[in-house]
């Protein structure tokens, strides 16, 4: 509940939408309340009850394809959430497979999602993850989130994830793979032209 309230004054705040993760079916409701759009992460992408639940607080979701499944296997969790009345899914590129201590992306996902009639976000963050890059915890690397960010717009991705902070070395979690927040503006502005270019 003090999660939740803090996503609540955030969006109090800011007046911005606002999402998250959320991990266990009793979690929708709640978060329902108070997200605009509900995320579920990559490794719980093929769990019936939890995507049901999303889909039950008639909130937008995000559903961020599991490495293990292929692009076009996430037509299923696009009927799961249509039987279970959200219309409006979101589907998410966070990494292809795992290579040798990192993710790796292939872009081809990105309109092999789009073809099943959802738009696609690229996952820019999670995807330079280094699982177990720190020896008892996920590394990442920041530097590579603007190539791939930039593959992801080429491609056509309908949206973009990142994780910010003001200080990521001093963040609680995934500081290694977070971009700067006085770096965000400058990133998305050259994402966007390389976009507009993609769609011209």
């Given at each position: 509940?003090?999660?939740?309230?803090?996503?609540?004054?955030?969006?109090?705040?800011?007046?911005?939408?606002?999402?998250?993760?959320?991990?266990?079916?009793?979690?929708?409701?709640?978060?329902?309340?108070?997200?605009?759009?509900?995320?579920?992460?990559?490794?719980?992408?093929?769990?019936?009850?939890?995507?049901?639940?999303?889909?039950?607080?008639?909130?937008?979701?995000?559903?961020?394809?599991?490495?293990?499944?292929?692009?076009?296997?996430?037509?299923?969790?696009?009927?799961?959430?249509?039987?279970?009345?959200?219309?409006?899914?979101?589907?998410?590129?966070?990494?292809?497979?795992?290579?040798?201590?990192?993710?790796?992306?292939?872009?081809?996902?990105?309109?092999?999602?789009?073809?099943?009639?959802?738009?696609?976000?690229?996952?820019?963050?999670?995807?330079?993850?280094?699982?177990?890059?720190?020896?008892?915890?996920?590394?990442?690397?920041?530097?590579?989130?603007?190539?791939?960010?930039?593959?992801?717009?080429?491609?056509?991705?309908?949206?973009?994830?990142?994780?910010?902070?003001?200080?990521?070395?001093?963040?609680p979690s995934d500081g290694p793979n977070m971009i700067p927040l006085d770096a965000l503006?400058?990133?998305?502005?050259?994402?966007?032209?390389?976009?507009?270019?993609?769609?011209?």
């Amino acid at each position: 509940q003090a999660g939740l309230q803090m996503l609540a004054d955030v969006k109090a705040a800011t007046g911005l939408p606002i999402t998250t993760d959320i991990h266990e079916s009793n979690q929708a409701a709640p978060a329902g309340e108070v997200c605009d759009l509900l995320q579920v992460p990559a490794f719980l992408a093929r769990q019936t009850d939890l995507l049901l639940a999303a889909a039950a607080t008639g909130r937008a979701v995000h559903v961020k394809k599991g490495q293990f499944m292929a692009p076009g296997d996430m037509r299923h969790v696009v009927k799961k959430l249509d039987e279970g009345g959200c219309r409006d899914v979101l589907l998410g590129e966070r990494g292809t497979f795992f290579g040798y201590g990192r993710l790796v992306n292939d872009m081809r996902s990105i309109p092999q999602m789009q073809a099943l009639g959802c738009p696609v976000a690229f996952d820019a963050t999670h995807s330079v993850q280094e699982p177990g890059g720190l020896g008892d915890a996920t590394g990442g690397n920041r530097a590579m989130v603007e190539p791939l960010a930039r593959a992801a717009m080429a491609v056509g991705a309908d949206a973009l994830f990142t994780e910010t902070h003001p200080e990521p070395d001093k963040s609680p979690s995934d500081g290694p793979n977070m971009i700067p927040l006085d770096a965000l503006e400058g990133l998305m502005s050259r994402l966007v032209r390389i976009r507009a270019a993609a769609q011209a």
